[in-house]
């Protein structure tokens, strides 16, 4: 066992601060990694507030990992020491079900290990997250990172872009297609760098005018005021994907809608409240899919960072110290951050 130290909730209305924990010693197939820099997730928030349950306390999280490796186990042989690597939403699955074999560990028929809130087979309990300075990881289960690429930028991609690169592949997007993205936010904003690089005619949706500027920096080709009904008609019949990407409970007949034939709107967040029924007929009449998409696999999500890194796509972010992280939730709630939050570890100091 060696100590490593973190910020933890202790309690669902508790702030998250210092604490100390251990990490187990790395096994014949583990690897160790110095974490350099952690991404700040909605869901991070959502866990450590048990907004959607099942929190087990003290909670310790962080799943957009990145850092280098200081040990091997002596079967490793994908990674040695010195290598700039990640850790995303996974640390273990089953193996054996048909969804693992097929490389689509986050479907594990029998329910992937979450890089924390998850069941630590190991030490047992529950399995600490990236808000630490280390962490210790199955080989198998750990990504690797282009050493010319910012560390911190590339943080947020072992969830926003993988949750976004995931289903703008498995639906084939590509040169020639119009592809929506709707919501600019930390997802959102991933989105439409990926479709982009994939050479897709991007329209950004946004609630936010102040938002067109920044949506065309970021990619965009065309951006909508989704409560402006002129314009959205003037998209009627005329997409062929869109990428949902809204938490909130919201009408989604008004992007349905925009699906020409056979067209497909996937969702990538998780309101707290379901969204309104959506209208069989929108499905019916022009043969359109409403679909939903988790994150992505290992190999899924190792074929997404060597993506953005022949691409030179990383994330928007704003760097905060360990001890600015309840302070960045609340920001976070307000959509005060472009595009997100990224921890730099070297502010975390033993107390």
Not at 31 to 49: K, M
Not at 148 to 170: K, M, R
Request: aromatic content about 8%; proline content about 3%.
């Amino acid at each position: 066992m060696a100590k490593a130290i973190g910020y933890a909730a202790r309690a669902a209305d508790k702030p998250l601060s210092y604490f100390e924990f251990e990490r187990r010693e790395p096994k014949a197939d583990d690897v160790e990694i110095e974490i350099a820099y952690c991404g700040v997730c909605h869901s991070d928030l959502h866990q450590a507030r048990d907004e959607w349950g099942g929190t087990v306390f003290p909670c310790l999280p962080g799943h957009e990992i990145v850092g280098t490796v200081t040990r091997v186990g002596n079967d490793v042989t994908k990674y040695k020491v010195g290598d700039k690597v990640g850790v995303g939403c996974m640390v273990d699955s089953c193996g054996t079900c048909i969804s693992c074999e097929q490389g689509h560990e986050q479907y594990c028929e029998n329910g992937f290990v979450a890089t924390y809130n998850g069941e630590d087979k190991h030490l047992g309990g529950a399995t600490y997250g990236g808000y630490s300075n280390r962490v210790v990881v199955r080989e198998d289960f750990v990504l690797k990172i282009a050493d010319d690429q910012d560390l911190a930028a590339v943080s947020p991609l072992l969830c926003a872009g993988i949750t976004t690169y995931s289903p703008l592949h498995h639906w084939g997007v590509t040169k020639g297609h119009k592809v929506g993205v709707v919501g600019l936010g930390g997802l959102g904003h991933m989105a439409v760098k990926i479709a982009k690089a994939m050479g897709a005619e991007v329209v950004l949706f946004t609630t936010s005018p102040g938002k067109v500027d920044d949506a065309k920096r970021l990619g965009a080709d065309h951006v909508v005021i989704s409560k402006d009904e002129d314009q959205m008609k003037a998209w009627r019949n005329r997409l062929d994907f869109i990428l949902n990407t809204v938490a909130a409970p919201h009408d989604l007949d008004a992007y349905m809608e925009l699906l020409r034939l056979d067209g497909t709107m996937t969702l990538v967040g998780v309101p707290a409240s379901p969204h309104p029924s959506p209208s069989v007929a929108n499905l019916i009449f022009k043969r359109r899919s409403l679909a939903g998409s988790l994150i992505g696999g290992i190999r899924e999500t190792q074929d997404m960072l060597d993506f953005c890194a022949k691409h030179n796509i990383t994330s928007d972010i704003e760097m905060i110290d360990i001890d600015e992280i309840n302070d960045a939730y609340e920001r976070m709630l307000k959509s005060d951050v472009k595009y997100r939050f990224v921890i730099d570890m070297k502010s975390l100091k033993q107390q």
